[in-house]
């Protein structure tokens, strides 16, 4: 995002005229403009709503020089298509960051590791393999088919799973250690 300039006395004094020529009333628009755009902020998501209203402010008071005498309307317009891309300059830049951040690493299978999966999958009680397998292969609509032929509800077929799966990870973890993989 570019470097902001801050607002200078003498452009919070044009911003405050622009707003309106009674400096009460101009003062008044200020608060609720700024209010307004923390709650445009706050309603994307943004964490740093004030901050982002406070640089749509400084952008819009940037530009009054050459604006203030051409623009007709309501000033908070202006605003808040000035806010606007300050929030797709935010989210770019949000979205950058966290492309830079490496993704979590999950430690490589090895070949030993898949074969105590298969191994310990084979074991299963019939039953409990079908399920397992089901629930994995089918789609949430296929799933819950799977929890009607299982006569029972998809809270329950999850706890199913869940358990087989928590059977599995052991079963797994056993294998793996009886044939002194790392």
């Given at each position: 995002m570019p470097k902001e300039r801050g607002l200078t006395p003498e452009s919070f004094e044009l911003l405050l005229a622009w707003l309106n020529p009674d400096r009460d009333k101009a003062g008044e628009k200020y608060g609720a403009?700024?209010?307004?755009?923390?709650?445009?902020?706050?309603?994307r998501g943004c964490l740093e709503s004030e901050m982002l209203a406070d640089r749509t402010i400084n952008?819009?008071?940037?530009?009054?020089?050459?604006?203030?005498?051409?623009?007709?309307?309501?000033?908070?317009?202006y605003f808040y298509g000035v806010a606007k891309k300050v929030l797709h300059e935010y989210l770019r830049d949000e979205q950058q960051k966290t492309k830079r951040q490496p993704p979590p690493t999950q430690p490589a299978r090895t070949e030993a590791q898949l074969v105590c999966v298969e191994e310990c999958i084979e074991r299963l009680p019939p039953r409990k393999r079908r399920i397992f397998e089901e629930y994995f292969y089918r789609d949430e609509a296929g799933r819950e088919e799977l929890a009607d032929e299982e006569g029972c509800s998809m809270n329950a077929l999850r706890i199913r799973v869940h358990r087989v799966r928590v059977e599995l990870e052991a079963c797994v973890e056993e294998c793996v250690k009886r044939k002194g993989v790392p």
């Open positions: 403009v700024r209010h307004r755009l923390v709650l445009f902020f706050n309603r952008r819009v008071a940037v530009k009054l020089p050459g604006l203030a005498d051409r623009y007709q309307g309501d000033p908070a317009y």
